[in-house]
Structures are given as structure tokens and as C-alpha cells.
């Protein structure tokens, strides 16, 4: 259900609509707004619905609230008066508090440049038992800490503890209590105003030593012994590699894969590794024909390369480039070109890529196809997923064109294996209309490439195909 195809009266109405919204009833609004168009479109009233006259009612006003507005927004002469002599104090405590925390930011960040400067010349001792939580684990001198590598007994004993602690200060403390937890549970303390989060402080490092386990959705809080460490994620994927090519079980390794990337995320462990793992999960769910997972590891690869880590980046923006095309998110696909330099377009994978849009956005099915049958890398697994619609549009431009078309000359300009192919393609559509066959042309054809496509019979039903086709595209995932 296109938006071009709305009558003018609907485009207005969603226009007024979507001009009311506001952050607190945006998403309950865009939730009706959508139901009510489906169900017009589904029962045949878009047409003829006066749209001036409709309204959502998550956008009209809640019962007392304009009455609740108008009594607080006319205060008395005496909290006027009270207003205006707690301004001065106000502002300067306000301008206290912006001191207060600006310094005590520039002493955190003086701590940060002292330590940083500590471990470049090698002075630097670190009080993490052995190991430092990092966001990239030191991997060489690491070891798994056992279950009393902490004073005061295990992490879990520790957890257990600071529960009841917690608890018994919520029951005797009051709001003083709570508000010293809360700082407590975040890893800042009172004297650096909120702005000196330590997180390496709940990273984890993981202490489970096999090397396959099935993916499960985290529901609170991560166990270590659960988490699989860096050195048996390594090994993990070298087997999922091997496993791949020896059988490849997609939905098997598809879970082994999302629970590997699991241990990853909630380790902070963000490197080449990590990359390659999202890289090969990625090309697997082409080859399997999972839009929606490979479309995971897309959006996360995006993130990975903006940090700077090396992977191939090159290869995969070309990917998305022809996602988008399948899916038809033009404002997406300019945004994403107006940002490519020149080197990056003459890169062979993109510079195909940027060739198939071109061919698209001209119409030029020709181009398209010779491009399609050259597609580098996994690039075809993803022209696959569009290929069918556009030969649709090509067969309706020729057979617009033409009287009759030879099924030899179709199978060879729309990248077809064979005829045979190409009748099939035909005749899945309903559109295999031929001419009778003429023995005396003398081109010495038989079967299917001796046939010839009826182009003013078959036109029609080409056109209705493709109209549905072009109307209802999906996208899957988040981009």
C-alpha cells in the first residue's frame, strides 16, 4: 500500500496528524494512525471516508488536564512575589552547581591523563587481582579468576550481600539511603557530581570452558560461569567455520553464532575479532536466505566500523547498498551516497553496487542485467531477493515494445540460465503466451528456445503481476 496512491484529502489529514504529536502520545499515535488507513484500505473506504472530519483519540485532549493547565498557569500575586526574590538565589546556586561539577569533570579527566601517562611509561600498577576490565581485554596476560579471587568470598556471595544491604537501608534509611545506593549502583560517588561513571567496574570476564552453547535471551543480570572468555570464543568460531563447510546446518550454526555474539557484548570485547564474527555470521545468513539476521550483523558492522576497527568495510557497504535497493528506501540510499568520497566509490564492490542503482534509477534493464550476472563477493545472494521484480519491469517495457520476442533472446537479456528457465519464470506469472511455432524459419531450434512470447497477450498480465510486486515490498529487520 503505497502513499502515492492516497487520496489527497487522506495525505492532508495524516499531515495535520502527524503535526499534532508530541513526545508523550507519539507512539500511541502513529500505533492508531496506521489502523485506521489499514482498515480504510482493507475495506475499500479510503476513497470515499471524509478525512477532514476524522480524529484520533489518542490526540485528544485527557479529561482534566486543560483545567489543570489553566489553574496552574495563573498563580497568585503572593507566589509571584515569592518567585521573584528566589530567582537571585536560584541562579547563583544553579551557577554553584555548574562550577562544582565542571571541576570536579576537569579532576576526573586530570586522574584519566595521569593513569594513561602512568601506563605509557610502564609505572602503572592495576588493582584488578591479575587482569584489568577493559574494554578490550588484555588477551596475553590474562586468566580466569576463580570463584575466590576476590576478597570478602565469591562475586555471587558478594551480590547476595550487597542485596541485603540494600534492602535493609531502603527499610530504616529513607531517601538518604536511596540516593546514596543509586550512586553506589552506577559507580560514581557524591564529591564527582555524576559525571564520572566508571564502567569498567561491571564488566565481566567469562569462566565457562565449552565450546558450543545454545543462545538463550538474557533476562537479568549476566553469571560468569555461563559466559564463555575470549580464548574459547576464538576456538568457538574456528569450529563453526569448519562445521559450516562440512554440513551446513544453518539453523544450528545460526543459534551458535547469536550465542557467541551474546558472550561478546556482554564481555565489552570490541576488536578484528569481533568484527570477523559478525563478517562470517553475516555472509552464512545470505547464503541461507535470512535477511533478518544478516540485517543484525549489518547494523552492528556499521557501529564496529565507526570506531575505527578494521573488517571489511568496503564489502559490506556495498551489500547495503543493494539492500536498500531491494527494499526501496530511496532517502536512506542518497543520504548513504552523498557520503562516499571518491576513493570509496572506485572500489570495485561498491563501484558494481553504485552500477546496479544507476541501472535502476534509469531504468536501463540491460546494464542491470550484466551487472547481475557480474556480481563480485555474495552479492548475487543479495540481487536474488530483488531480481524477480525487476525482470517483471523489464518484460513489461519490452512487451510494449515488440510484437513477438523470441524465448532465446528473453533468457539471454534478463541473465536467464537457459529457456527453459525463462519459460518457467513465464509460466509461474501466468504470462506464457506464445505464437505458434514456425518450422520454416530454419534456425534449426527445438523445445523451449523455438518458442516466441505473444507480447500483446502476455503484456497485460505482466503488468498486474508487477503492480504487486512494486506494492508490497517488506522490510525486514532494523537498518
Known sequence: MSATNWPDSLKTWVTQCLQQMTVL???????????????????GSMWTVDWSKRTLKSLEPKPGFNKRKNMDSVPSPAAQTTKKAKKPALAATTLDNNAE?????????????????????GHYQSTNHGYEYSRHVNRKTYSPPSSTSYAGGSLQDRMEGLTTSYSSELRSGGKGSRKKYLNMSVGYTEDEGGNGVDWDRFTIVGTNENLFKNYLR????????????YRILTQTLAELKKRWKQDPNYVWICDQFKSLRQDLTVQRIKNEFTVEVYEIHARMALEANDLVEYNQCQSALRHLYETGIKGHSEEFLAYRILYLLHVRNRSDLNRLISTLTPQVKNVPAVKHALGVQRAMTTNNYHALFTLYAAAPNMGPYLMDHFIERERLGALCTMTKAYLTLPLIFIAKE?????????????????????VASQPSNGNGLRGDSARVLDCKQAQPRLAQVYEEKTRRVTIQGAI
Open 25 to 43: 502520545n507519539k507512539s500511541e499515535a502513529q500505533a492508531e494512525l496506521k489502523e485506521v488507513i489499514r482498515a480504510a484500505h482493507a475495506d
Open 101 to 121: 561539577r565542571l571541576a570536579a569533570r576537569a579532576r576526573r579527566f586530570e586522574r584519566e591523563h595521569e593513569i594513561e601517562r602512568q601506563k605509557q611509561s
Open 218 to 229: 538474557l533476562t537479568s543480570e549476566p553469571d560468569p560461569r555461563d559466559i564463555r572468555p
Open 414 to 434: 534478463l541473465a536467464f540460465e537457459d529457456a527453459s528457465q525463462a519459460h518457467s519464470f513465464l509460466f509461474k506469472h501466468g504470462a506464457a503466451q506464445y
